[in-house]
């Protein structure tokens, strides 16, 4: 049953008001904010997080469907991966000298991910993603990048919008204002639209010679178009341009080798952060060693990157997932996510269905326009919050949730799609929020 809201999160929107104060944005990554959930219902700080759960800090407990914007595969606090880095904590984290766990982490991947043949690391998604596209520029000597998806916050990526102000719409969110970014990157990053291989071609005919990379998210809640991404590595062969697949997103949750293994397309390198560790702070740039051994040259260089508690938690999450054989329970746990969901929408005459990959599942909610649709999302994700499952209109799923909380899920949802069809028929949508509509997502062109 919905709880009554009063003053649930109390606390959580005292804490954002003093964050406002003294953090600009108030949090460290956009995603987190609360206008992007249920502003004023959602939880917004918290205090711990165990397995499928978090607790906020007003004290209540959530199913989180968020996991922890995808960092967290296995669950949170996960006893074999936590217990490994407390082991590792004991006897030192960073050194004047390398540490072997950076060898021994680097055989594993290039042992499992179909492109790795060397291997440099990072701290997260974003910094990843600026080494790949460096090492690309490094190794072929020139300065262009094209790009489609989400690839961080780093100058090379906004630069995109110095020339064009909405050329980021369609792959991070409107309105990006490329402040800070120098006016002489303008022209060097170059959007491509997912899945259109004769529009590439031309975008690559146009600025021959002059493209280092090709950056792009393989795929995220949809699978690719039969023969697209094949159709990418050709034109990336033939106009002598490193292809990029940026993996963070989807990370190990598709198969034990990554995104590229499950669809058994290759690039030249790939960027990998968040599930790799299950939370805690470790990227990976891999590649063929072609592309990779110029770096040796090249100034890329931080203290952290060596840092032995990442190491460890990539090294113990990442056999972890093979062993407990991760994307096989996380690919039936969407499947039945997905069936049940659409079934009930059908029970209720909730005009909704649940699609995408089966790892990260998502809702489409079928409304009058663009506003009916937020109105319906922000709703959604309003009403489940009472009912203690916190998230978006999406499902980012981990090991952790079991039965149990695939069961309460669905209960949640019977009540809120009721709900929802009903307050749609009434025309009382705007009536039953008790929030600001929640901002957009970030928009991609690959879902």
Partial sequence: MATTVGNRVRRSLESYQRANQLIPGATQLVSRRPTRYANGISPVYAEKAKGAYLWDVDGNRYIDW????????LGYADEVVDDAVREQLSRGTVYSISHELELELAEELVNRIPCAEM????????EACAIAVRIARGTTGRDKVLFCGYH??????LAANLEQDAHLDEHLFPGIEPLGVPQALAGTAIPFPYGDLDMLGTILD?????VAAI????LRSEWPPEGYLEGVVKLAREHGVVLIFDEVSTGFRPSPGGAQARLGVTPD??????SISNGYAMGAVVGKREVMEPAAQMFISSTYWGDTLGLRAALTTLREITRRDVPGTLDQLGQNLIRELNQIADETSLDVRCAGVNYHPHLAFAGSDANEQRQL?????????KRGCHGYASFYTNASQDSAVLQQTLEAAREVFGLL??????GRLMELLECDLSQDFFRRLVD
């Fill in 66 to 73: 968020v996991s922890g914007i995808g960092s967290i595969i």
């Fill in 119 to 126: 291997v440099r690391y990072a701290k997260g998604g974003g």
């Fill in 152 to 157: 961080g916050w780093h100058d090379w990526y």
């Fill in 206 to 210: 146009e600025h021959r010679d002059q």
């Fill in 215 to 218: 950056m792009m998210e393989p």
């Fill in 269 to 274: 390198m790939a960027v990998f952060a968040k």
């Fill in 377 to 385: 999302s922000t709703l959604y994700i309003q009403e489940m919050a």
């Fill in 421 to 426: 069809a009903t307050a749609r028929s009434d």
